[in-house]
């Protein structure tokens, strides 16, 4: 039964659902149903003596809907497209801006603690979604495994710190949320922002595909300026 299709995206499913009770009850950053989703199923496997690779013949089937989960952002966007149109500047510089600063501290940092090149570059993409942080480290020649890694730890860790820091500086603009949350947690990020709001969820979505294109021109030319 573990082995067939249904099993894991059944427990997927379930250990989600779980996950979402639970916040609704607690409300917390370390109550988030994704985090709590993947804790509860690696709890389960552990506990039942289930490999990971039988539990990822149905879990797998989950990675299919990212692609048309990120292409369905663009409903809230397309109702939120007078705001974007009325703040595009403000948007794109500051999306431009995260991602230069980002990129830059993320190979500043790679090169302080020794790694090597392959490495740090594989570490660059973080903020972008699944689909393009692969296609970005596998033009650069980087180790997409490693980007796969930091892609879902970085997207967890916004969507958990993300708000409370948002509220800790006293961001309270819904734009400004969404961008930061969306630019900087990728679709994980997205669906944290639209906990809080449309236009939030709306901003994020865009900043999924602002985030991703500046990455593809910065990301060479920093690895070649710090990294060398």
């Known amino acids: 039964m573990t082995v067939t299709p249904l099993f894991g995206l059944t427990i997927s499913i379930l250990a989600y659902f779980a996950a979402t009770q639970i916040h609704r009850k607690w409300q917390s950053p370390v109550t988030t149903p994704l985090l709590l989703a993947i804790l509860i199923l690696i709890c389960f496997l552990k506990i039942t003596g289930i490999s990971y690779e039988d539990y990822y013949i149905g879990g797998s089937y989950l990675n299919t809907l990212i ?43 790679a090169k302080a603690f020794g790694m090597q090149f392959f490495l740090a570059i594989s570490l660059f993409p973080k903020s972008v979604t699944t689909a393009m942080a692969i296609g970005i480290t596998g033009k650069m020649a980087g180790m997409t495994t490693i980007t796969l890694v930091v892609v879902v730890a970085t997207g967890i860790l916004t969507s958990v710190i993300g708000p409370v820091l948002l509220d800790l500086f006293g961001i309270k603009d819904s734009v400004a949320k969404g961008i930061a949350l969306g630019g900087t947690g990728h679709a994980i990020g997205t669906g944290a922002a639209m906990q809080i709001g449309q236009i939030e969820g709306a901003m994020a979505g865009l900043a999924i595909g602002i985030t991703g294109l500046v990455y593809v021109i910065i990301s060479p030319i920093i690895a070649i300026i710090i990294l060398k």
């Open 67 to 109: 692609v048309p989960s990120t292409v369905a952002l663009g409903i809230p966007l397309f109702q939120a497209f007078k705001l974007m149109k009325f703040h595009a500047r403000s948007i794109l510089t500051g999306v431009i801006i995260g991602a230069i600063v980002n990129t830059t501290l993320t190979a500043l940092l």
